[in-house]
């Protein structure tokens, strides 16, 4: 009966605590989303609302700063407020509710009594607001700390509560997470009136008031109860009921601020105290708190309570401090840490411990002590025991043989020599107890998972640590002998895969293994474990199907290693490796919380070899592509040397060209060559294909070129044959080029050209809308073993300009596919002056074609070549 009704009271306990959850939630989410709305009207809905033209005094109805509107009316600094619009000013409730409910161009009537003590009235016609002007970035890092911080801190402790809504540390948390949105929030109070105004006002002074106590019971408190605690508990309560009357008198005096500010004068020096004790308690509490963890810090016993702590101690050391020298040392230097910029300097700091405490509670797992708590009342209960049943045989020797001897009248020596046989039987019992005594208290660690937890902590961290590793030879030789000394197993194997196989690559105790042994991809354990990807046991008093199923190799081999468990080591997509691990020292079984903690080892060690694979294999492969880059640059510089190096130099002639590759080389080309009669020739191709194979067949047809144009040849047509003839021997069935060679002769002005497919270079006249495409000739060359070409002859007259160009010009694309084309370049071309060079036109052109592409990637080579008479 008492146990069901202590059990109806622990339900009742909980509905009503997640009732108080609800309403938390309720009101903290609705102050945070009003901060949220008032953020986005200020800043996209900003000239809506009126600017206030004066500001207030928190000690009464004193303007104490003026706009520029304000001061237009005749306002000035020290007036005392008497009215607005008409009705007797009562507080910022009013003032805000007059805000709230005008728009820009309204007037606000001002009744003031000045300092002299004159009354006069001021009309004070609104202007608009400002919105913020921030840049994008700005605009993140506003936003970050203000919607970002109070949002985690909100969520975090929401989260704890619901899980523990008992734990006294989850509502200290809660508590501490909800200030974030009173620190960082934006929550302008001219955006909102009547109930919700009193709601958020109240919500901000209990938040205030109640953290700071709540920072000190956390210290206090978390993990452990500090050991000064015990000594003086007053000392807490004392604390928290002078945070208790703080927030009381806050209430009362920003109740009066606000509705009845005229009364202001009369509370002045509670106002006074009110400061003064809200200056104190943060301090007291802050150096309670920290002093409280790094002491806790330096005493704790297990490393996993310090690692926590540490990481508690860090994280509050460097975001309370700022807080701790802004109300205790800046004072004393005439700097209010309540007003002006001052507070805003240490905000970013100040976030720090919010982002600290989640990632103590969330990733740290420091509220869950539901292990803790079950093993640990077992483990105790054993203690109890084993202390009870010493104390029993204590008590019985005491009363059955001390007690009696002294009540016996026998002489005295005996006494003294009965009792010294008795001392000397009691203190060989104890010392046989410190042995005795040693090994159950092992065994009771092992019994109630003391070690157990223990070990799991260390395999936990191993799991983590399993990730740094870049080589896999000590990665494989710290798991394996961690493991070996967290769970006291002699022998342990681990096994990489090969081609075929998995081969042993590290063994502990197990010194007389060959160093070949191999387990073929297709036995039963790599198939078992490759499609369960969970641990296997091997017992064979009670085998498990898939080992009935091994050939006796595999099992003469799984014997071999004493293998007792197996753990598969899985990649992304197939198994890595696997580990055999032997018997315990102990010879207990492997329980399934090492089960489970071994196979998050096992998959963190697994994508770690993974990626140790990928890391030597991308390395190998930029090894490989910074060799192919080096010999790229130097076919590259190559290529280059077989372009023109100096532009042959003739009177009354401007000559310019340039190749720019789409890779690195490019079978693109374009020369300039100074005949031994004087002519000048000109040639342009382009070669199919791109890359090295398209660049040597360039150079082959560039060889070509000027071998037969040593002597000065006369017949074009004739030579177009032997290059094409000559391009088709050197080149496969499926290569060819476009190409196009020109002669000038500069006395009788007489351009003479053949065309081999390629596109016609242009020929524009100033003064004439008139351009003539230089096409004549015949097919491209290298494609047949024979083709026939026509020679043409053209006139060029001063200022005729030629250009000459590849498809990769006119093709030139944007990112949506679209292309340049050859009106764009002559466009580009017609913006130059006539008496613009060669040089210059040619840039022109390039960058006219760079700026339509707006850095797209171009997958053809862009070469040009101008000619242009002065």
Request: charge should be neutral; aromatic fraction near 10%; hydrophobic fraction near 45%.
């Amino acid at each position: 009966m008492k146990r069901t009704r202590a059990k109806t009271a622990k339900a009742r306990s909980v509905r009503i605590l997640y009732v108080l959850l609800f309403l938390w939630i309720l009101i903290s989410m609705g102050y945070y989303i009003a901060g949220a709305v008032a953020l986005r009207e200020e800043f996209f809905h900003a000239s809506k609302y009126v600017r206030e033209p004066f500001g207030v005094s928190d000690d009464g109805p004193i303007i104490n700063s003026l706009h520029l509107e304000a001061k237009d009316a005749g306002l000035v600094e020290r007036d005392l407020i008497q009215s607005l619009n008409g009705k007797p000013y009562t507080g910022d409730f009013q003032r805000n509710t007059e805000l709230r409910q005008s728009k820009p161009g309204d007037f606000l009537e001002v009744q003031v009594k000045t300092p002299s003590g004159e009354t006069k009235t001021a009309r004070i016609r609104f202007v608009a607001r400002k919105g913020p002007d921030f840049t994008l970035g700005g605009f993140i890092a506003f936003l970050t700390p203000v919607l970002g911080v109070p949002l985690l801190g909100l969520l975090v402790g929401f989260w704890v509560v619901a899980a523990r809504p008992h734990d006294l540390n989850a509502w200290l948390v809660l508590i501490l997470l909800s200030l974030t949105e009173i620190l960082f929030g934006n929550l302008d109070w001219s955006f909102w009136t009547g109930a919700w105004y009193v709601t958020f006002w109240m919500w901000r002074l209990f938040a205030l008031s109640m953290a700071f106590p709540a920072l000190l019971w956390f210290g206090l408190y978390f993990p452990e109860q500090w050991r000064l605690d015990r000594r003086w508990p007053w000392v807490k309560w004392l604390i928290l009921a002078t945070a208790v009357y703080e927030f009381l008198e806050n209430l009362f005096v920003s109740g009066v601020q606000n509705f009845d500010v005229q009364r202001m004068h009369l509370f002045a020096r509670l106002n006074l105290w009110s400061d003064r004790i809200g200056d104190a308690i943060p301090i007291i509490c802050v150096l309670i708190f920290l002093g409280a963890v790094f002491d806790k810090l330096r005493s704790e016993s297990t490393p996993d309570a310090r690692r926590r702590l540490r990481v508690l101690a860090i994280g509050s050391g460097l975001s309370l401090g700022p807080l701790l020298i802004m109300f205790s040392v800046l004072p004393y230097f005439g700097l209010d840490p309540h007003h002006g910029s001052m507070f805003e300097i240490v905000i970013p700091v100040i976030a720090l411990f919010p982002v600290t405490l989640a990632y103590v509670v969330v990733v740290q797992r420091a509220m869950d002590i539901r292990i803790l708590l079950r093993m640990g009342t077992k483990y105790l209960l054993a203690r109890a025991t084993l202390i009870a049943i010493e104390l029993g045989i204590a008590a019985f020797v005491v009363f059955r043989f001390v007690v009696p001897m002294m009540q016996r009248r026998a002489h005295p020596v005996l006494n003294v020599i009965l009792l010294t046989i008795i001392v000397v039987l009691l203190y060989r019992a104890v010392a046989a107890r410190g042995s005795l005594g040693s090994q159950f208290q092992r065994w009771l660690d092992r019994k109630f998972f003391r070690e157990a937890y223990n070990s799991e902590i260390v395999l936990s961290e191993l799991a983590e640590h399993a990730r740094q590793f870049t080589d896999k030879k000590p990665l494989i030789e710290t798991v394996a002998k961690r493991v070996s000394e967290v769970l006291h197993v002699a022998e342990i194997a681990v096994w990489l895969r090969g081609s075929s196989a998995f081969h042993l690559q590290q063994s502990l105790g197990m010194a007389s293994l060959p160093e070949l042994l191999t387990l073929p991809e297709q036995s039963a354990t790599v198939q078992n474990l490759a499609r369960t990807n969970r641990p296997a046991t091997v017992y064979a008093d009670r085998p498990e199907e898939w080992f009935l199923d091994a050939s006796p190799d595999e099992k003469n081999l799984l014997a071999r290693v004493n293998a007792e468990l197996l753990l598969p080591l899985p990649g992304r997509e197939r198994l890595i490796g696997l580990m055999t691990l032997g018997p315990k020292k102990s010879e207990e079984p492997y329980t399934p919380t090492d089960l489970r903690v071994l196979q998050s080892l096992a998959t963190q060690t697994g994508q770690a070899l993974e990626i140790t694979e990928l890391a030597h294999s991308l390395a190998r492969e930029a090894a490989q592509r910074e060799r192919n880059d080096r010999e790229m640059e130097i076919a590259r510089e190559v290529q280059q040397r077989l372009f023109p190096q100096e532009i042959p130099q003739i009177a009354g002639l401007s000559l310019a060209g340039m190749c720019r590759p789409a890779l690195g080389v490019g079978g693109d080309y374009y020369d300039l060559i100074k005949l031994d009669d004087g002519r000048l020739g000109l040639a342009i191709g382009d070669v199919s294909g791109k890359g090295i194979s398209a660049a040597l067949l360039m150079a082959s047809l560039r060889a070509s070129l000027r071998g037969m144009t040593l002597d000065g040849p006369s017949d074009l047509a004739r030579m177009m044959q032997k290059v094409n003839r000559l391009v088709y021997e050197a080149s496969a069935n499926n290569r060819y080029a476009t190409f196009f060679f020109a002669t000038y002769d500069a006395a009788t002005r007489e351009l003479r050209y053949v065309n081999a497919g390629h596109n016609p270079p242009l020929l524009v006249r100033p003064g004439s809308t008139e351009i003539l495409r230089l096409d004549a000739g015949g097919m491209v060359v290298g494609l047949l073993p024979s083709a026939d070409y026509v020679e043409q002859m053209v006139k060029v007259n001063p200022g005729d300009l030629l250009i000459a160009y590849t498809d990769g010009i006119s093709e030139a694309m944007t990112v949506d596919d679209e292309e340049w084309g050859e009106q764009r370049m002559l466009a580009a071309a017609d913006e130059c002056s006539q008496d613009a060079s060669a040089v210059e036109v040619l840039d022109a052109i390039f960058r006219s074609a760079d700026e339509f592409t707006a850095g797209a990637p171009q997958h053809d080579d862009m070469t040009l070549l101008i000619m242009k008479l002065e």
